[in-house]
């Protein structure tokens, strides 16, 4: 968490509100209020925190991918390449509410958990924002986004 708070300070002056960015398609999915408070930083690559550093060595793959986003607490940093992606950024405000649901202590612990035990890609708080993203870029059907996050940590 120390680690978090310092790269947030020291992006604090490029971040944000996502609803600065202007997306048409986001305010269908999620609320006027999330969209004003969560902040987005654009950066040439997402800062990922030490962990092998901290002898995590379990996280080395995470930690050295060259992600296009990755979320921290109500901020979310996106690579320059994929900063128009309206669904990268949909992904991320996935995450943002996995991190104001489970607060802090709860999205850690639930983060670190799955990336152990299932990898990246398949660890549940990936699969939710993964599977959220898929039905976005798909817009069969516009859901309440907040509300699936809520119902489904709720069932976790
Ligand atoms: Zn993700």
Excluded: C
Excluded at 30 to 58: D, K, W, Y
């Amino acid at each position: 968490m120390a680690w978090i708070a310092a790269i947030l300070n020291a992006h604090a002056g490029q971040a944000q509100p996502v609803a600065v960015k202007g997306f048409p398609r986001l305010p269908h999915y999620f609320s006027r209020e999330l969209l004003g408070s969560a902040r987005v930083v654009v950066v040439e690559r997402v800062p990922m925190p030490p962990l092998t550093a901290l002898g995590l060595n379990q996280f080395a793959e995470f930690e050295h991918a060259d992600n296009s986003g990755v979320t921290y607490l109500d901020t979310y940093f996106v690579k320059r390449d994929r900063a128009h992606d309206e669904s990268l950024h949909f992904h991320e405000l996935i995450h943002v509410l996995q991190w104001r649901t489970l607060g802090p202590e709860g999205f850690l612990t639930a983060y670190a958990a799955g990336l152990e035990a299932f990898g990246y890609r398949d660890s549940p708080l990936e699969v939710m924002a993964y599977d959220a993203e898929a039905a976005f870029r798909q817009a069969a059907a516009i859901f309440d986004a907040e509300q699936l996050v809520a119902d489904q940590l709720r069932h976790a």
